[in-house]
């Protein structure tokens, strides 16, 4: 047994969960950290919080704690977050995903149902960790799914997520570019489904961000410009020009946009423009068809 592996000192995960909860002020924090650093989860981690740890797993166990008290996210924290079907590997060169997006692929399958067709092609802008495009690719059998970002950082976070799916990865392509200029351009006209979580914060909202979002999560992912409605725009404008008929856009949009996307999309030419509810009740999802 090497020196890593031996038992720190008896200590328990059960003692570093009481230490993690005392200095983090959350008990799910330092379950989730616990979890983590173990390698037990759910059942497991009730039934073994008596064993001892080893000296390794005690030090991945503090750099975590250390990290989460210094205001990192936890999500950053575990290298790891749920969404949908997909165990997602994140870390700050990507936007942390959030329920608000699992409500963007629910209305983009709900839309490609409705469309109806065999073998759909979709594109999704600004793809970050891949949780959109992913969870397309798990969850819509025939798909093939462009996934698109003018980061390299994100791209590689993608791929590494990517590598993950198994046998439904091979529907998904990464492109790198800032958006349509990425899309080959043999699927101008075919794409069925554009669905993008673009940045939307305005220049001047960022200092209304909470603290752990606007120190830690990527800048260029989060804040569009002066207005927050930059990239929307420059989504909708575009976007006829590559979707087939029927064909249909599906943007994420801060609630307070409601109005100002529905009339970018109207002026773009698509016809009907809906905006769906997230699962708080907010505006957040602008649907627009041609």
Same mark, same amino acid.
């Given at each position: 047994?090497?020196?890593?592996? +031996? ?6 995960? %059960? ?5 993690? %909860? ?5 008990? &799910? ?20 919080? /008596?064993?001892?740890?080893? !000296? ?6 503090? *750099?975590?704690?250390?990290? %989460? ?5 936890? +999500? ?7 969404? %949908? ?30 469309? @109806? ?8 802008? @600004?793809? @970050? ?19 698109? &970002?003018?980061?390299? /950082? ?53 200092? &209304? ?46 609630? *307070? +946009? ?14 009907? !423009? ?17």
């Amino acid at each position: 047994m090497s020196h890593g592996e +031996q038992p720190a000192a008896t200590v328990t995960w %059960r003692r570093l969960l009481g230490e993690a %909860r005392h200095r983090l002020g959350s008990l &799910d924090d330092a379950r989730r950290i616990v979890e983590r650093a173990s390698g037990f989860d759910g059942v497991q981690h009730h039934l073994r919080l /008596d064993e001892p740890v080893t !000296v390794r797993a005690a030090a991945h166990f503090e *750099h975590m704690v250390e990290r %989460r008290a210094a205001g990192e996210p936890l +999500q950053y924290v575990l290298g790891a977050w749920g969404f %949908r079907t997909l165990d997602l590997y994140v870390d700050n060169r990507v936007l942390i995903p959030r329920p608000e997006t699992e409500t963007v692929v629910e209305v983009a399958l709900a839309e490609l149902e409705r469309l @109806g067709t065999a073998t759909p092609v979709a594109v999704d802008l @600004g793809t @970050g960790s891949g949780a959109i495009a992913l969870s397309l690719a798990r969850e819509v059998p025939g798909i093939e799914v462009w996934a698109v &970002d003018r980061s390299p /950082d994100a791209l590689a976070v993608a791929r590494a997520n990517l590598a993950g799916l198994g046998r439904a990865g091979a529907a998904v392509r990464l492109a790198e570019g800032s958006w349509f200029e990425a899309v080959p351009p043999m699927l101008r006209g075919r794409v069925d489904l554009i669905v993008s979580n673009p940045p939307y914060v305005g220049e001047g909202e960022v200092a &209304d961000l909470p603290p752990e979002v606007a120190r830690w999560e990527p800048r260029a992912a989060l804040v569009a410009g002066p207005t927050g409605l930059e990239q929307i725009a420059a989504i909708v404008d575009e976007a006829p020009r590559w979707l087939d008929r029927p064909g249909v856009l599906v943007v994420e949009i801060a609630p *307070h +946009q409601r109005e100002a996307a529905t009339g970018m999309a109207l002026d773009a030419g698509f016809d009907p !423009v809906d905006v769906r509810p997230d699962l708080a009740g907010r505006a957040r999802v602008l649907v627009a068809r041609v």
